[in-house]
């Protein structure tokens, strides 16, 4: 399961040893309810590797503001605390899979 990312602990998930993958979605946004099962498969599939989580944009501001968040879904591919790659709108879990096996590399 993705971990519930905030305003109050995203810096401290940005600043650890992992790469950090984040989700930017909504509850009431239809294409973000078919992209969320997938952001928790990978979450248990890359569990150890890769710090997975969810951030409710209605309920963050300060990082949705930070990372210019326009539309969602997004999602976010951190690598020493730096976006390296994003996905905006859904996609195949191969492609999330893709992107993040490039953050191991």
Do not use: H
């Amino acid at each position: 399961m993705a971990l519930k990312v905030t305003d109050e602990n995203y810096s401290e998930l940005l600043s650890g040893d992992k790469p950090v993958v984040l989700d930017f979605w909504a509850e009431w946004c239809g294409p973000c309810r078919m992209v969320g099962p997938v952001i928790d498969e990978l979450a248990a599939e890359y569990e150890n590797r890769v710090v997975v989580g969810k951030v409710d944009v209605d309920d963050n501001d300060d990082i949705v503001t930070e990372y210019g968040i326009r539309n969602i879904p997004t999602v976010l591919f951190f690598k020493d605390g730096v976006v390296i790659d994003k996905q905006v709108g859904v996609a195949q879990k191969s492609v999330f899979i893709e992107k993040m096996n490039r953050l191991l590399e």
